[in-house]
Each structure stands twice: as C-alpha cells, then as structure tokens.
C-alpha cells in the first residue's frame, strides 16, 4: 500500500490551479475589452501572453489541475502528484511566456502522467466509469499534443471539451442505477446499470469519434462531434440522479440545479456544433466555447465544490443557500451573453455580461473560502441544515471522490 499524499503537498499544487484560474479570469476581462493595469514580467508584458493562451490556461491549467488533484489524492501515491504539479507548472509558464515549447510540453506530460494514474485506479476498481475518465486524459493528452504540432487553439477545442465532457460523464455514471426507473430498490446494482453502461459506452464512442473527426475532417469532422456531445446530454439526461434529487432540499437540491442547468449548456453547445460545424472565431465560436467551459464545466465545479475540496483539503466546506447567488449569476449572465451579446451583436451586454459571469467566479471563491472558515472553527458536520445525510451521500460521493475520503 503506498503512502498516501500529505496536506502539505496538496497545498502548493492547488495554489498553482489558482494561479491559473485568477491568470486566466484576468485574460478573459483583457479578451473583452476592458482596460485593465498592464503587468510585467522578466519575459515582457503579461498582457499578450494571456490573450494567446487563455484558454488551455483556464482547461488544462486550472480545471486540469483540480482533476488530476483530485485523482492523486483518491490514489494515495506521492507519485501521481506529478500531475497536477505538471499541469500548474504548465499553465505559469504559458502565462509568463505566451505560448511557448516548456509550458505546452509541461501540459502534455500532465495528461501522459494522469493516464498513469487512471491506469492505477483501474487496478483497484475496473469498469466503465473508469474507463470514461480515462478517456477524458487521453483528450487532454491529444490537445496538448495537437497544439504542440502546431494547431492553433481553436482546432483543438473538440478535444479540450471532450476532456472535461468524459471526466464528468464518468463520474456521473456511477450514480446511473440509482435514476433507473422501475428499479426495485433489492436489485443488485449491476443489474440495474447494465443498460446504463451499454448506452454510455455508445455515447462515449460517438464523443470520441466526433473529436477524431473534428480533427481529421474539419469541415464534416464538427457537425459529428456535436452528435456526438448531444449523444452524451441524453444519456446524462436520462439517467442522472440529479432528475429526481432536484425535489430534495439543502444539498441535493443545489448540486441537481447546477447540474441541469449545466447539462443545459452543454446541449446548446452539441447543437451548435452540430449545425455550425467548424468555428475558431466569431459569435458562434463565442457562444460554443463558453457554454461548455463556463455553462457546464464551471456549473460542475460549483456544485461539486462542497465534496470535492474536502476530500482535498481535509476541511469542511458546508453547503449554505449564498452559494445559490454565484451559480444563478452565472448563469443568467452566461445566457445574456449568448442570447443577446452574440446572438444578436450587441458589443455592449456581451462585454458585461461576459465581466459578470468573472465575477460569478470570484463571488464562488470568495463564499466557499468564508463558508470553509467558518466552518473550520466550529465542528465540521457531514450536511447543511435540513439535509438527511443519507440522503445527500449518495450524491456527494461517486468511487473517486469516497476513496480520496477514506
């Protein structure tokens, strides 16, 4: 049995993410027009570096670093720390130096490393979940690896959005059998998810398909990978438990709230790839980009947070209804620059609505930063006010997320 990591080495890897999400938060308001202070670095200015790098700073940079975190941790190895240690590395010399041979290199290893431990845990605990997260590294290997081929950004986007689709899909799986309806409550599990891992699998052959296609065929390539992204909205539809704990209160509630609505984002996405095809500019790119990055991976992790963070970090992180407050204006500022900013033009509401959505990021750090604190002086507990615990476990804990526990 191998050691499991220390705090004390989590820490610096988790500040490098951070690095990351603030780098990238500050290139995002650059992107939009905004006049912000001009930062130097020994390399020059900090200013067109990050409008050349901001999104696989924001992917593999930060939601990368989380991830690959959070699979090392479950592990237990001092060694799988390599890769989120990697991945922030990657993302501080991109920001430093723009695009550049280390920090794309440092980004590839961090998928060949996260592969490893993938390859681990599946000693441990086989199956189809498993085998969807791994996936989802191997998308992050294939970015990284295009982009340092020369593809600009915009062409590896099917794959950097297949990598944060697979990882979640896969942890979502594992909940599948819970959602199944007509189910008796005595029926084995595995019995339950037979349909469930079929259809996933599919789902996930069409998602991967589609990237490869995206790739090799650009201009039929996208439409598949849509098919593909829409593939993989139904079956999160369908059999995600989050359809019927959004009755639940407390906990349950809010995590079934961000994921629908995340599911949500991710079809307007499969649907415009679908019937757009290959983007890397323009309102349509504008919109598909951020209705997976922001409206669906960002929506996961906030929800996600209150689980994840203390398997991490070894400190409570109590769900409140304020955290309601930075998932709805992300939300609803995602949708207004959407609907009104790129769909019909409007420079001005794209340009704040796109600021506000920064600051729905922030006013999450800032509440899960106070609600940790708070909590750390008094006796954590398992579940906000009013959640049944048993209830809310379930929800909380798919097989990474328990084993980091444990």
Known sequence: MTRPTRLTMRLPLLAGGGLALAAGLY????????????????????????????????????????????????LGARWALAAPACAGAGAVVLVAAGPNLPGKVLLAAAGVLLLGVYRALWQRQPGPA??????????????????????PVGDVVPWL?????????????ELAPLATLGAPVSQPAA??????????????????????????WSAVGAHLFGAGVLAVVGWLVTFDVARRTVRARGLPRYVAVGLLTGFAWLAVAGVLWLGQGRTVAGPTYDATLHAVFLGFTMSMIFVHAPVI???VLRRPLPYRPVLYVPLGLL?????????VGDGLGVAAVWRWAGAATVAAVVGFAVCAAALSVRAGRRRPTAAGPGVDRAAARPIESGPIVSGAAR
Request: glycine fraction near 12%; avoid cysteine; hydrophobic fraction near 65%.
């Open 27 to 74: 290139g995002a308001l650059l992107l939009l027009g905004f006049g912000l202070p001009q930062l130097e670095l020994a390399a020059g200015p900090l200013r067109p570096a990050l409008a050349e790098v901001h999104g696989p700073v924001m992917v593999l940079g930060f939601v990368g670093t989380l991830v690959a975190l959070e699979r090392a941790v479950a």
């Open 191 to 216: 019995t339950v998810g037979t349909r469930p891992h079929r259809w996933f699998l599919a789902t996930l052959a069409a998602l991967l398909g589609g990237a490869t296609a995206a790739t090799l």
């Open 161 to 173: 959005a297949t990598f944060v689709v697979a990882t979640i899909a896969g942890e979502r799986l």
């Open 309 to 311: 963070l203390p398997a």
């Open 331 to 339: 939300h609803g500022a995602l949708l207004l620059r959407v609907l």
């Open 130 to 151: 498993l085998l969807a997260q791994a996936a989802g590294a191997f998308a992050w290997y294939a970015a990284a690896l295009l982009w340092l081929a020369g593809l």
